[in-house]
């Protein structure tokens, strides 16, 4: 395993991959979670990654069970103390504002943050949360007032470090700008959808904000924030043939950068998935890529990339496709 630390060193020393949690619980049963945590553990991984609604859209679940399965993990192994774990607020279903999810969201007011930290720990047995994201934006509440929420959990000492999921770059610098000038604890981490294809023009607006090359140039610029990224394997769509493409992904820009990527993979002696892995971890802006596994198999794929090492004519070609 290889480590790094998080937030420019002002956060804590995590593992260079994450292992997300999402579908624990809920698509993926107990045992094959708690294989796939056990197997993560062993091989050095520090990094775990939930939220407080994950996986609320399979049907039957609320939720919770992402965060319990966690729990549960943590308690019968033991792990808490050298576990990193990382939770997210403000994306989570609230019946009263409505049926349907994504549009009844909890959102990020301060009572709403503080409230949902309480329900996570509660859930995870946990008296504290390393990392705390801010799942998603909440333009209906002032920024102020969800950044002096947040902030107010560090100071409390039941968050370390802050994040931001899901939100655009301009947000994320005002946030920044905003804790900076009140003397406040401010977002360290930013998680965003990021792999190697990019997604076609002209998308609506979504929930899931991609990481583009102007989030990647901001955090050039301040090496106190960490970007991650969640959906890096496509949920298995660069390696199998029944898992076609995403729409997003799927337009003819895609063509030339898939071919670029499996001929690297095949100088390599390595697969798609490992040279995609490799290729976020060792970029300019290095990125800590959640992984999202439904079999030990599958994770150990992934954790060999961890010592593949793309040339600089081989990382050029990926660039430039």
């Given at each position: 395993?290889?480590?790094?630390?998080?937030?420019?060193?002002?956060?804590?020393r995590?593992?260079?991959v994450?292992?997300?949690?999402?579908?624990?619980?809920?698509?993926?049963?107990?045992?094959?979670?708690?294989?796939?945590?056990?197997?993560?553990?062993?091989?050095?991984?520090?990094?775990?990654?939930t939220?407080?609604?994950?996986?609320c859209?399979?049907?039957?679940?609320?939720g919770?069970?992402?965060?319990?399965?966690?729990?549960?993990?943590l308690?019968?192994?033991?792990a808490?103390?050298?576990?990193v774990?990382?939770t997210?607020?403000?994306?989570?279903?609230?019946?009263?504002?409505g049926?349907?999810?994504?549009?009844?969201?909890?959102?990020?007011?301060?009572?709403?943050?503080?409230a949902?930290?309480?329900?996570s720990?509660?859930?995870?047995?946990?008296d504290?949360?390393?990392?705390?994201?801010?799942?998603?934006?909440?333009?209906?509440?002032?920024?102020?007032?969800?950044?002096?929420?947040l902030?107010?959990?560090?100071q409390?000492?039941?968050?370390?470090?802050?994040?931001?999921?899901?939100?655009?770059?301009?947000?994320?610098?005002?946030?920044?700008?905003?804790?900076?000038?009140?003397?406040?604890?401010g977002?360290?981490?930013?998680?965003?959808?990021?792999?190697?294809?990019?997604?076609?023009?002209?998308?609506?607006?979504?929930?899931?904000?991609?990481?583009?090359?102007e989030l990647?140039?901001?955090a050039?610029?301040?090496?106190?924030?960490?970007?991650?990224?969640?959906?890096?394997?496509?949920?298995?769509?660069?390696?199998?043939?029944?898992?076609p493409?995403?729409?997003?992904?799927?337009?003819?820009?895609?063509?030339?950068?898939?071919?670029v990527?499996?001929?690297?993979?095949?100088?390599?002696?390595?697969?798609?998935?490992?040279?995609?892995?490799a290729?976020?971890?060792?970029?300019?802006?290095?990125?800590?890529?959640?992984?999202?596994?439904?079999?030990?198999?599958?994770?150990?794929?992934?954790?060999?990339?961890?010592?593949?090492?793309?040339?600089?004519?081989?990382?050029?070609?990926?660039?430039?496709?």
């Amino acid at each position: 395993m290889h480590y790094r630390t998080l937030g420019g060193g002002q956060g804590p020393r995590i593992s260079a991959v994450c292992l997300g949690a999402l579908p624990f619980g809920t698509t993926v049963d107990e045992r094959t979670s708690f294989a796939i945590l056990d197997r993560f553990a062993e091989a050095g991984g520090t990094f775990l990654d939930t939220a407080n609604n994950y996986a609320c859209w399979v049907p039957g679940a609320t939720g919770d069970e992402s965060e319990l399965l966690l729990g549960r993990w943590l308690r019968s192994r033991g792990a808490a103390g050298r576990t990193v774990l990382a939770t997210k607020v403000g994306a989570r279903p609230d019946p009263a504002r409505g049926p349907e999810w994504p549009a009844n969201a909890e959102g990020l007011g301060a009572p709403t943050v503080r409230a949902a930290l309480q329900s996570s720990l509660r859930r995870l047995g946990t008296d504290r949360v390393d990392l705390y994201y801010a799942h998603i934006e909440d333009r209906g509440v002032p920024l102020e007032e969800t950044v002096e929420a947040l902030a107010g959990l560090v100071q409390d000492g039941v968050v370390g470090t802050l994040g931001a999921g899901n939100h655009r770059t301009w947000r994320l610098a005002v946030a920044r700008h905003t804790a900076a000038g009140r003397g406040l604890p401010g977002f360290r981490a930013v998680q965003q959808r990021h792999t190697y294809l990019r997604p076609r023009r002209g998308l609506p607006p979504d929930l899931q904000v991609e990481t583009d090359e102007e989030l990647l140039d901001y955090a050039a610029a301040h090496p106190d924030l960490t970007p991650v990224g969640y959906g890096t394997l496509m949920g298995g769509a660069y390696s199998r043939a029944d898992r076609p493409l995403p729409e997003r992904y799927d337009h003819p820009g895609s063509v030339a950068r898939l071919r670029v990527l499996a001929e690297v993979a095949a100088e390599c002696g390595a697969t798609v998935n490992q040279v995609v892995l490799a290729w976020l971890m060792g970029g300019p802006v290095p990125v800590v890529p959640v992984l999202g596994v439904s079999s030990v198999g599958q994770l150990d794929e992934s954790l060999a990339a961890l010592d593949l090492r793309l040339d600089p004519v081989q990382r050029a070609r990926l660039d430039t496709a």
